[in-house]
């Protein structure tokens, strides 16, 4: 598979690097494309035989798939200069910038006004966690993506974490709970350090314990497939401290509070 990547910067280069690292591309089946030096830079030092391109788009053509990560204002310029070097017919392209539809991104791709054809667009969702290969990432097709399209895709994503096919509908819900959602456990983080340190810790020793046992609760909710609230029953003993902690929580709104959080990012 030849993969070209549009937008070498956070997440561009986070994409790049994980498929690198997990072997399902071959560095030099890659190429990277961007307006600054910069990003192409830190990748070829990264991996000198990764290809790097500066607005230069000839390897649009061989390529399998095209990964679109530059700013969303940018995705239709994107595609407008890139549109006459596609073959339709076998080629993928998927976005990863928030916003912008697939009708959008259609629309742009479009070559001639009455022509149907048009190449299999994707949209994917992933958060920071891609960095470290842990990210969920939400994937939206096209009505004329294959199964085995859809799978491909697929693939690569699951190669940087995990992935889930979802209608492109629910990608706004879906990005507060994976995109923004992340953040507010690193909120949470930072309060507990702070409990930790007003209790005696460093915050280093804080942190630890507590991203230790974050990764613990989740890989746990992850493997039985229990609910929360049956892994809360287990620790909140009749007359403990944990339910002390649980009252203190909802007295103060913690779980209003998650919801709102939530719904003010749709």
């Not at 290809?51 to 095209?66: C, G, L, Q, R, T």
């Not at 742009?108 to 009455?114: G, M, P």
């Not at 889930?164 to 990608?171: G, H, Q, V």
């Amino acid at each position: 598979m030849k993969l070209t990547v549009i937008g070498g910067g956070n997440m561009g280069g986070a994409i790049v690097r994980g498929l690198v690292r997990s072997s399902l591309i071959k560095a030099d089946d890659i190429t990277v494309i961007d307006r600054s030096p910069v990003p192409l830079e830190v990748l070829q030092k990264f991996n000198p035989k990764i290809n790097v391109a500066s607005n230069n788009y000839e390897s649009v053509e061989k390529a399998d798939v095209i990964i679109l990560a530059v700013k969303p204002w940018s995705i239709t310029d994107v595609l407008i200069d890139i549109k006459f070097l596609l073959d339709y017919s076998k080629q993928m392209i998927v976005s990863v910038a928030a916003g912008i539809s697939i009708d959008e991104m259609n629309g742009a791709l479009t070559k001639i006004h009455s022509e149907k054809q048009l190449p299999a667009v994707f949209r994917a969702v992933p958060n920071t966690a891609i960095a470290v290969k842990q990210s969920i990432t939400l994937v939206a097709a096209s009505s004329n993506a294959t199964d085995e399209q859809q799978k491909a895709i697929l693939n690569i994503f699951d190669k940087l974490g995990s992935s889930m096919l979802t209608d492109e509908s629910k990608l706004p819900a879906g990005t507060a709970l994976t995109s923004c959602g992340i953040a507010f456990f690193f909120r949470y983080v930072r309060a507990a350090v702070s409990a930790g340190v007003e209790m005696g810790f460093y915050p280093e020793e804080a942190q630890e314990m507590i991203v230790k046992t974050m990764l613990g609760a989740a890989k746990l909710l992850d493997e039985t497939k229990n609910s929360p609230e049956a892994e809360i029953d287990k620790v909140t003993t009749p007359g403990g401290i944990t339910i002390k902690g649980m009252n203190e929580l909802d007295a103060n709104g913690f779980s209003n509070a998650i919801i709102k959080a939530f719904k003010a990012c749709r």
